[in-house]
């Protein structure tokens, strides 16, 4: 059974970083493209970012300039870097498969105050 696992959120101030770690268990994360999410209060999910398994990238315009998503393929993990935050970023942030997506997992809250 695939599992995904996030961790490195918290809170921060206004223009901090953050670095977010997805780990996939129980599959191999080759040939996918992954994707990282975010659900604020009282919104629905949406699509932040993407990277496919050559590397290609795509991202939400409101992010654009300011995240990063990148990949290790043998650490099984995806990663997303999170630079000059806003409260607007403010959210619990999910990663998965855009397509047939696993069993979502418990996501990792970031908080940045203004």
């Known amino acids: 059974q695939v599992q995904v696992v996030e961790s490195g959120g918290g809170l921060v101030q206004f223009g901090e970083s953050l670095t977010l770690s997805c780990a996939v268990s129980?599959?191999?994360?080759?040939?996918?493209?992954m994707a990282w999410y975010r659900q604020a209060p009282g919104k629905q999910r949406e699509l932040v970012a993407e990277?496919?398994?050559?590397?290609?990238?795509n991202y939400a315009v409101s992010v654009k300039g300011r995240f990063t998503i990148f990949r290790d393929g043998a650490k099984q993990t995806v990663y997303l870097q999170l630079k000059s935050l806003k409260p607007e970023d403010t959210a619990v942030y999910y990663c998965?498969?855009?397509?047939?997506?696993?069993?979502w997992g418990p996501g990792t809250r970031v908080t940045v105050s203004s």
């Open positions: 998965n498969r855009p397509l047939f997506a696993w069993t």
């Open positions: 990277i496919s398994s050559g590397g290609n990238t």
């Open positions: 129980g599959t191999s994360l080759s040939g996918y493209t």
